[in-house]
């Protein structure tokens, strides 16, 4: 996929800003707070109808405005190679989201208004790096299922309704298992036990098979960045691992209803994340942290790459290169400057790094400066 052109107005601190990209390599320049990562979260907003930094769709909108409009022009990989088009200037795809204080975001495809937000997902696949992605080693597991579902929701649409449906029958036991005044129904209450078990298999497969196709590439890619230096692992922990799902529900029912909430199923899977055998976030650097997230980030590319659609990710890479050491950010270098990626967008606020990547192939390329919410070419 490559996004031609994106129009901002009212994006957190972007009054507005019509700008046309590279279809190879679009960089930032700008110090902390200038907002460049407020432009690649306007792209990110555009793939996944949401921020990459918050649920709130509020708190998107520019201080002191009453609303806020993102639109932006695609064309696929099929339109990018003028494949099956007789025309040598096909017409891009168009997206346009809209929204005004207090009320509820509008997403259109080339003018029509989706019913559901989430027809839209995976339409626009994304790769997105950013600082916040320590939270992937230092925080809660639930971080770690995110990156999961992020990721597969982007190459299976069905994914979300199935762990829509889990989340709902989740819901539903809990609330029964909170009860004071009686005891829950045990009827009822193993009708929502067979719907958890039942979905969130199908989940726990899903992601299983993501992990295990993720795997070689991650590797591989740490390998690079790191010369080789360090072995790193990942492994899908899962309560579905200890034999039927609903058995494994079921048979601590009584401990469930004692604490008010259910202990077991696919909503506590984690991802174990090591260095030399041991847990990342009690042995790893900083430099091995980031080095971690990037390898583990570019890997899903060729997962979502590789899932059958003709569509390649955009790359959103920001501020990367903090806390790595010369030897590694030359590596990060060397491998998004590939033929490998599609379109990039940097952020940087060292212009020495953004040179390297510009001077390291023959490629097209843009570079923008950011002042103040302010983006010129």
Known sequence: ???????????????????????????????NGAGKTNVLDSVYFLSFCHSAHTTQDSTVLRHGQEFMVLEGDYLDDDRACGAVYETTDPAPIHIYCGMKRGMKKHFKRDKKEYKRLSEHIGLIPIVHVSPSDSLLIEGSSEERRRLMDVVIAQRDRSYIDTLNRYNKALMQRNAMLKQEDCEPDPDLLGLWEEQMAREGEEVYAKRSAFIEQLMPHFEQFYQKISDSREQVSLRYVSHCQRGPLLEVIRRDRAKDRAVGYSLHGIHRDDLEM????????????????????????????????????????????????????????????????????????????????????????????????????????
Do not use: W
């Open 1 to 31: 996929m490559i996004l031609q052109r994106l129009s901002i107005i009212n994006y957190k601190n972007i009054g507005e800003a019509d700008l046309r990209f590279s279809p190879k390599i679009n960089c930032f320049i700008g110090q």
């Open 274 to 377: 090591m260095l030399d055998g041991h847990p990342m976030r009690r042995e790893g650097s900083q430099g091995q942290m980031k080095s971690y997230v990037v390898a583990l980030k570019l890997s899903q590319f060729d997962f979502l790459r590789q899932g059958g659609s003709s569509t390649a990710p955009l790359l959103l890479l920001d501020d990367i290169f903090d806390k790595l050491d010369a030897r590694r950010v030359e590596q990060i270098i060397a491998l998004v400057s590939g033929e490998q990626f599609g379109q990039i967008f940097i952020t940087d606020t060292n212009r020495d790094h953004l040179d390297q990547i510009l001077a390291h192939g023959d490629f097209d390329y843009r570079l923008f400066h950011v002042e103040d919410g302010r983006v010129e070419e």
